[in-house]
């Protein structure tokens, strides 16, 4: 996408609260500090960052590698990464 993009994640799971699944900034299972998904996302069910630096952020659910009752481990969890270019 281009920079100045506004990029909107919704909670991952059950009525999509980011309480249950927060929303973590860098590479699985490891913040970073430097993301702009930083600092993790932990309340609401919708989160709207706008991207004004170019590079490739990834993402992960904070649980990510834990097991959660209500889905048995190994299930996989969500991550992704938006990849930022310079064009307006």
């Given at each position: 996408?281009?920079?100045?993009?506004?990029?909107?994640?919704h909670?991952?799971?059950?009525g999509g609260s980011f309480a249950d699944e927060p929303l973590v900034g860098g590479d699985a299972p490891t913040p970073d500090p430097m993301s702009p998904f930083y600092p993790?996302?932990?309340s609401g069910t919708?989160?709207?960052f706008v991207l004004t630096q170019s590079g490739t952020f990834p993402y992960f659910g904070g649980d990510f590698g834990h097991f959660i009752e209500s889905r048995p481990f190994g299930t996989g969890l969500p991550w992704g990464a938006v990849i930022v270019?310079?064009?307006p």
């Amino acid at each position: 996408m281009s920079s100045g993009t506004t990029v909107r994640f919704h909670g991952f799971f059950f009525g999509g609260s980011f309480a249950d699944e927060p929303l973590v900034g860098g590479d699985a299972p490891t913040p970073d500090p430097m993301s702009p998904f930083y600092p993790p996302t932990t309340s609401g069910t919708v989160r709207d960052f706008v991207l004004t630096q170019s590079g490739t952020f990834p993402y992960f659910g904070g649980d990510f590698g834990h097991f959660i009752e209500s889905r048995p481990f190994g299930t996989g969890l969500p991550w992704g990464a938006v990849i930022v270019d310079n064009a307006p």
